[in-house]
């Protein structure tokens, strides 16, 4: 059973608009929420969220959680042909059996997104 | 710094073949993971390691897969005989105790068993 699901799983847009993607999770003993972009190769960090309420923003993008819904969005506005990559979301679960161990992120599908000019 | 650094890029062999993955974390870092990213089933944890040690490999799919760190800058995961269904993309990742949950991951290796 998943526990991060994102959505939607594919998207086309033109250049120059907005788009929201959508990250929903449920675990217990919720530390913070990643956001990652993953062009041809390795995933590269965005965004952190681990308290609700809070904008994060980094020039076009911008994400936002909410603890109570569980969830979490990733804005990017005026998208740009470069923004075209798959967009992963991931939860910091606690350490898994027994409890030894650290804390690990678990990932969503990601959303591929696609800017066409 | 160099950033988590994995080798081979490209590694395409026949069914029933030894692969051997290549990585080292970021120095500094004292936690590696490695994943396994699959257009079905997304990215997925197999195994993680702290100080060399591994905590966790309820991911490894089976015991056609292992892997070691034999010291603090180096990890191998390999896959002793290797099958069609492995073919996948391979992250290594690293990060350090005490700072964020963030990983940071190297570029990946692309596996296909043919």
């Known amino acids: 059973e998943d526990k991060v699901v994102q959505s939607p799983l594919s998207l086309v847009v033109h250049e120059g608009d907005t788009v929201t993607l959508n990250c929903s999770y449920e675990?217990?003993?919720?530390?913070?929420l990643l956001w990652y972009k993953q062009e041809k190769k390795a995933p590269t960090f965005l965004f952190m969220l681990?308290?609700?309420?809070i904008e994060k923003k980094s020039g076009r993008l911008s994400s936002i959680l909410d603890k109570k819904e569980l969830f979490s969005i990733l804005n990017i506005t005026a998208t740009q042909t470069g923004d075209s990559a798959i967009y992963l979301c991931?939860?910091?679960?606690?350490?898994?059996?027994?409890?030894?161990?650290?804390?690990?992120?678990?990932f969503g599908k990601g959303t591929k997104l696609s800017v066409i000019p | 710094d160099a950033g988590v650094i994995q080798s081979p890029r490209h590694e395409v062999t026949e069914m029933g073949q030894e692969v051997t993955l290549r990585c080292k974390p970021i120095?500094?870092?004292?936690?590696l993971f490695w994943y396994r990213q699959t257009m079905m089933r997304g990215l997925e944890l197999l195994i993680y390691?702290?100080?060399?040690?591994?905590?966790?490999d309820s991911g490894m799919p089976e015991d056609r897969f292992s892997a070691k760190m034999p010291n603090a800058s180096f990890s191998t995961l390999k896959i002793q005989p290797s099958e069609p269904r492995d073919s996948a993309v391979y992250f290594c990742?690293?990060?350090?105790?005490?700072?964020?949950?963030?990983?940071?991951f190297g570029s990946g290796t692309q596996l296909s068993v043919l």
């Open positions: 390691f702290n100080n060399n040690v591994p905590i966790d």
């Open positions: 120095s500094g870092h004292d936690y």
């Open positions: 990742a690293s990060r350090e105790t005490g700072g964020s949950e963030k990983l940071f």
């Open positions: 991931a939860v910091v679960l606690p350490p898994s059996g027994s409890g030894a161990g650290s804390y690990q992120l678990t």
């Open positions: 681990t308290s609700s309420g």
């Open positions: 675990v217990t003993n919720f530390r913070s």
